[in-house]
């Protein structure tokens, strides 16, 4: 993540740059990677799709290098819980000057902006998703970048599931490598392996409030 504020507006201007969408540090999810069933609490790495993962968490900026990775979790893990205990997620608590770009799957905060769910036919509702939708896109052609160039990362690590962090980790520094050395691969998006838990995130009445001043102030 940018370590001072010289950074943070390169960031932002890049992300500002796509839609219009002010302030943003980075956009936030997590993707799965398949492993071999483990030897112990085999049940926990079982994901809503039916098969073995680790539910990995990546932050990427508007040029698709990857910021930040948690890659410790097992698959049956939502993601808004590996968020919240991210270290990630304390710095933002303490008050770094910015905000991530997730979808539904996260509780709105101040520092982390989601998709209102029911627009109700608000245009400035409207345009705020559109514009965050626009944007957070990054993050899943992200995913789309580093899975085609690294195929283990698509159809599985025939490892341990601690091993399979590990390569998970080294795959994304290399990814990131490759991006500042040229070696694009096109920006394309995979098919989502996540699936929003909208409903069950509770409801955080300054992340909503500072919400609709967003939508209302910038992106109307």
Sequence with gaps: MPVNDAERRIKKKEFYSIAGFPNVLGCIDCTHVRIRAPTHNEADFVNRK???????????????????VVAKWPGNVQDSRIFRESRLCAVLENGMDGVLLGDSGYACKKYLMTPYLNTNQILNDFRFNRSLCKTRVIIEQTFGVLKRRFAVMSYGIRT???KACRTTMACAILHNIGIKLGDSFGRFVVESDNHPD???????????????FVSTTYVS
Excluded: K, T, W, Y
């Design 50 to 68: 039916g098969f073995h993962s680790v539910n990995i968490q990546m932050v990427c900026d508007a040029r698709l290098i990857i910021m930040d």
């Design 160 to 162: 341990s599931e601690m």
């Design 198 to 212: 909208a409903p069950n995130q509770p409801v955080d009445v300054a992340g909503n409030a500072f919400r609709d």
